[in-house]
Nanobody, 120 residues
């Protein structure tokens, strides 16, 4: 009933910027925490950034100061602004949202991912 779709990935040179978007649709009463993860080939999926329903944020040490997570509750969307990109940021980026239906506990939903490639 719930679908998350990422967009905004692509190829960018080192030092460049990208802005990722993720929009949730379907049977949604509210959304709690939202997250961005990434996974590079041969590596474990890692948490990049998180944002609570109230707007509090946390970041992985590797992206602190370069990435900014934000959300728009009216649009059921979460964003990741990525600046000063490095080759090691290359990965598939996934959004995750803790989605509530009325009278239900939250359930985590994942997007299918968007590729970010940082290369010269």
């Amino acid at each position: 009933q719930v679908q998350l779709v990422e967009s905004g990935g692509g190829l960018v040179q080192p030092g460049g910027s990208l802005r990722l978007s993720c929009a949730a649709s379907g049977s949604i009463f509210s959304i709690g925490n939202m997250y961005w993860y990434r996974q590079a080939p041969g590596w474990q999926r890692e948490l990049v950034a998180a944002i609570t329903s109230g707007g509090s944020t946390n970041y992985a040490n590797s992206v602190t100061g370069r990435f900014t997570i934000s959300r728009d509750n009216a649009k059921n969307a979460v964003y990741l602004q990525m600046n000063s990109l490095k080759p090691e940021d290359t990965a598939v980026y996934y959004c995750k949202a803790n989605v509530y239906r009325k009278y239900d506990d939250g359930i985590d939903y994942w997007g299918k991912g968007t590729q970010v490639t940082v290369s010269s």
